[in-house]
């Protein structure tokens, strides 16, 4: 019974295009919809770096923290 009916749909969309105006609606749906796409895509390209390939060869790298020489030393 908590379901939008047609007549709840209705009422929001008039409410929608007083408050945004018919002109900017195509506009704001043309960028949500650019929006979504790029979303789409950053989380496909997330997916795809967490999933190891199977044909490349994974080498590690090991590294040490240099600290650079104290201001005052002595010079080499």
Known sequence: MNALGPSHLAILAVAV????GA????????????S???FKS????????AKPDST???TTVSSERVDP???GGPSA
């Open 23 to 34: 002109k900017r609606l195509p506009d704001a749906a043309r960028s949500l919809g650019k």
């Open 42 to 49: 950053e989380v496909r390209e997330l997916q795809n770096e």
């Open 69 to 71: 020489p104290a201001a």
């Open 56 to 58: 490349a060869n994974s």
């Open 36 to 38: 979504m796409r790029i």
């Open 17 to 20: 295009i007083i408050l945004f």
